[in-house]
């Protein structure tokens, strides 16, 4: 599968941003999803993750009550909601797809990746 992530841009602490995550292929529904960040100088780290029907879904303790991780299986599409952005929340953005079931937070679980969209939070 192949994933293209969007929506990223500049904005002000405070504003909101959505992302979006369009997978190609008929199979999108099979996969677990993650959005995934990485700030400059710092390893990537787990944001948010859904599982394949939508059904559960996760979050890092950081993002929790700011961030809705969706998605369309009928789109083949993707989504985190941002809102109540700090600064800190300044990174590039990827989303990627894990082949198995299990939900994991680790990066190194997952075996598709965009190529990452840009999210900058002005203070």
């Known amino acids: 599968v192949q994933l293209q992530a969007s929506g990223g841009g500049l904005v002000q602490t405070g504003g909101s941003l959505r992302l979006s995550c369009v997978a190609s292929?008929?199979?999108?529904?099979?996969?677990?999803m993650g959005w995934f960040r990485q700030a400059p100088g710092k390893d990537r780290e787990f944001v948010a993750g859904i599982s394949r029907g939508a059904i559960s879904t996760y979050y890092a303790d950081s993002v929790k009550g700011r961030f809705t991780i969706s998605r369309d299986n009928a789109k083949n599409t993707m989504y985190l909601q941002m809102n109540s952005l700090k600064p800190e929340d300044t990174a590039v953005y990827y989303c990627a797809a894990r082949r198995l079931i299990v939900f994991s937070s680790g990066a190194g679980d997952y075996d598709y990746w965009g190529q990452g969209t840009k999210v900058t939070v002005s203070s």
């Open positions: 292929g008929r199979t999108f529904s099979t996969y677990v």
